[in-house]
């Protein structure tokens, strides 16, 4: 930790705005495609809208996507000039609040798309995306629909200026459902010429079977690995920092946390940070989780507790145990892949659990 234990809270998010950058720049070298979008939804993956759009339009960025309106309007606030795509369709009767803020959303039902082209009837036409299922099974047209489509006035009436999908598996190397989608996408995109296309997501972006005219990486922006198996070409975006609040000595048999899961089994050292599931630590990392102290790895020792974590430092040199010395919970070798395995889950839950209670660092 460079900086001073934090004194407003236990623990300290810093994020690397310049990481994001060039992660990004990796990204579009890699996709290969006309233009690289980028996704921001859960307030930029827990990273901040805010600050994060603004640097990735610094960058070179110029279309970004979001889950929900409420983050489209943080988002068109952020970068007033810039494209924003809403991928979670409109809710009826929303299409003005979409007009007025010059928002894109993302149509994937026939429904959605008779209410967005009735609007640009009345109102004049603005443009929006149209979203064909593929594979998925949870938004868009199906492949027959959207071919079905294809002649209808209404499409041309919703002023669709982009066709998109959404890739199922592509971070699995050689999956034949990644193949599948890609000759899916290909008889929709052949029904719909004059629209551009986007099939590419972080993992998408590695292979030539999903490359189009906009790809849109999210969690790889963020230093997620978007290919398990392989060296990460990322850099890392976050970390996750925490003051040792108190160290003490235990005998064997002593238990540590709620309902005494842990137990020494001989003289141990345990260390408390102040951080746990409220801050959006999984509590689900009890008994597999991990923090580096004077660059050890210390296991968690006993359950994730609300405010608090106890760390087994027994390893740790006793010059790195002084009260306030820092505690590395996502950094020095535990990236954000390795903390979601230690979790039973995903590194896309870690990074977009964040909580907002920690003290945030932007470096640039």
């Known amino acids: 930790?460079?900086?001073?234990?934090?004194?407003?809270?236990?623990?300290?998010?810093?994020?690397?705005?310049?990481?994001?950058?060039?992660n990004w720049r990796i990204l579009a070298t890699a996709a290969e495609?006309?233009?690289t979008a980028?996704?921001?939804?859960?307030?930029?993956?827990?990273?901040?809208?805010?600050?994060?759009?603004p640097a990735l339009w610094a960058e070179g960025c110029r279309t970004f996507f979001v889950a929900h309106l409420s983050e489209a309007l943080s988002a068109r606030e952020a970068v007033p000039d810039a494209v924003v795509y809403v991928l979670n369709g409109f809710p009826p009767g929303s299409a003005q609040a979409y007009r007025d803020a010059d928002l894109r959303p993302v149509l994937g039902s026939r429904d959605e798309v008779a209410e967005w082209a009735a609007a640009n009837r009345e109102a004049g036409p603005r443009p929006a995306a149209l979203h064909v299922d593929t594979g998925m099974n949870r938004l868009g047209l199906s492949v027959p629909d959207a071919l079905s489509l294809a002649?209808?006035?209404?499409?041309a009436e919703a002023g669709f200026d982009l066709l998109m999908s959404?890739?199922?598996s592509a971070e699995v190397e050689h999956d034949p459902l990644t193949d599948h989608q890609a000759a899916e996408f290909a008889r929709v995109r052949a029904a719909y010429p004059h629209l551009r296309a986007s099939l590419a997501n972080s993992s998408g972006d590695f292979l030539a079977?999903?490359?189009?005219?906009?790809?849109?990486p999210g969690y790889a922006l963020y230093g997620g690995n978007p290919r398990p198996g392989r060296d990460n070409p990322m850099r890392p975006v976050v970390r996750l920092e925490a003051g040792i609040l108190q160290v003490r000595e235990v005998e064997a048999g002593a238990t540590a946390g709620y309902n005494a899961r842990w137990v020494a089994r001989g003289p141990r050292r345990l260390a408390t940070l102040s951080l746990g599931y409220a801050d959006g630590y999984p509590r689900a990392s009890t008994g597999r989780g991990e923090a580096v102290v004077g660059g050890v790895r210390c296991p968690f020792a006993g359950n994730v507790s609300m405010d608090l974590i106890i760390l087994d430092v027994t390893e740790v040199p006793r010059d790195a145990l002084r009260r306030g010395a820092p505690a590395t919970l996502i950094g020095d070798g535990l990236d954000l892949d390795t903390v979601g395995r230690n979790a039973g889950t995903i590194g896309y839950e870690i990074l977009t659990?964040?909580?907002a209670r920690y003290e945030r660092v932007y470096r640039d």
Do not use: F, Q
Request: proline content about 7%; charged content about 20%.
């Open 166 to 168: 959404h890739l199922v």
């Open 33 to 35: 495609c006309p233009e």
């Open 1 to 22: 930790m460079t900086e001073p234990t934090p004194i407003g809270h236990g623990g300290r998010l810093t994020v690397d705005l310049a990481a994001l950058r060039a």
């Open 353 to 355: 659990g964040l909580g």
């Open 38 to 53: 980028a996704v921001i939804k859960a307030d930029a993956y827990g990273c901040g809208i805010a600050r994060a759009a």
């Open 151 to 155: 002649g209808d006035p209404m499409m």
């Open 209 to 216: 079977s999903c490359r189009a005219d906009l790809a849109r």
